[in-house]
């Protein structure tokens, strides 16, 4: 990134964040564009409600940790509009240096049961002309609703960023 003056914006869970890991974002600050936590409650049993997980304290201590060291922190609150409010409100209290963002939850994805839905998968999205999606194992996919993997356009361990945007895939 820094080599090709490249900027990155990454969103993420937070469980995988620990101190040294921040400690290496924070020396490259300049090409850290932004790191945007899904963080759907600042109360432990709806956290774990909502995402199936039990890495409350992890994700809270990460977003701890990268405001502390000038990060620049934004929080995805993913709610129905019944519990926006009741949800970010704390949090405002909790990350006064981290921007608070509030989403309708949607099923573009297609995974959840039950929801309004407000934004159907065909529906057109311009994130795939302005910005590139890798997951952890290094695949690079169009759209940051595909959770099911369908868009695998190539593999950055294959070649450089160039290479991946000039494949037959």
């Known amino acids: 990134l820094v080599k090709r003056?490249?900027?990155?914006?990454?969103?993420?869970?937070?469980?995988?964040?620990?101190?040294?890991?921040?400690?290496?974002?924070?020396?490259?600050?300049?090409?850290?564009?932004?790191?945007?936590?899904n963080y759907p409650s600042c109360v432990p049993e709806r956290f774990r409600e909502k995402t199936g997980s039990n890495d409350y304290q992890k994700t809270t201590n990460a977003i701890h940790l990268c405001c502390k060291s000038?990060?620049?922190?934004?929080?995805?609150?993913?709610?129905t509009a019944d519990d926006y409010a009741f949800e970010t409100a704390p949090m405002r209290t909790k990350f006064t240096e981290a921007v608070i963002n509030a989403h309708h939850t949607t099923d573009r994805a297609g995974l959840l049961k039950g929801l309004p839905q407000h934004i159907k998968r065909?529906?057109?999205?311009?994130?795939?002309?302005?910005?590139?999606?890798?997951?952890t194992s290094g695949s690079l996919y169009a759209c940051c609703h595909d959770f099911h993997k369908e868009t695998i356009y190539a593999n950055i361990k294959n070649g450089t960023l160039i290479d991946l945007f000039h494949t037959d895939q």
Request: charged share 20%.
């Open 70 to 79: 000038g990060l620049r922190v934004f929080i995805s609150v993913q709610a």
């Open 5 to 37: 003056n490249l900027h990155l914006r990454l969103f993420t869970n937070g469980s995988g964040l620990d101190e040294k890991s921040i400690r290496f974002l924070e020396h490259f600050k300049a090409y850290v564009e932004m790191i945007v936590f």
């Open 122 to 135: 065909s529906d057109p999205c311009a994130e795939a002309m302005l910005t590139v999606y890798f997951d």
